[in-house]
């Protein structure tokens, strides 16, 4: 296996090193596809990031709106009214309500 390719990459450098227009080609292509995967990870790295930082933005909230509903529970048992409950942390009615 190891001989068939070193024999193919022996034959392609042959041919490269005497036809001048063909090794142009090859170079030109070359740098083409290189140049397309370094830009496609560019693209990836900043997609990645992008949904990190929604992820952490959603978790966030998520995380925020479960403290609210925790903190109007508390308030509820001790008897606060529904405006003081829903002014305090931010919940709607209905979810006060529903609590």
Not at 18 to 43: C, G, M, N, V, W
Not at 56 to 65: D, L, V
Not at 66 to 78: G, N, W
Request: aromatic residues 6%.
């Amino acid at each position: 296996m190891q001989d068939r390719l070193f024999e193919q990459a022996k034959e392609t450098l042959y041919f490269l090193s005497h036809h001048p227009e063909e090794r142009a080609a090859y170079t030109q292509r070359l740098k083409y596809l290189l140049d397309t995967a370094s830009r496609i990870d560019d693209a990836e790295a900043r997609g990645e990031a992008k949904g990190e930082a929604r992820g952490i933005q959603i978790g966030e909230a998520r995380g925020e709106h479960r403290k609210a509903i925790e903190t109007a529970k508390k308030l509820k048992a001790r008897d606060f009214s529904m405006i003081d409950i829903i002014d305090m942390t931010g919940l709607s009615p209905e979810e006060v309500e529903n609590l």
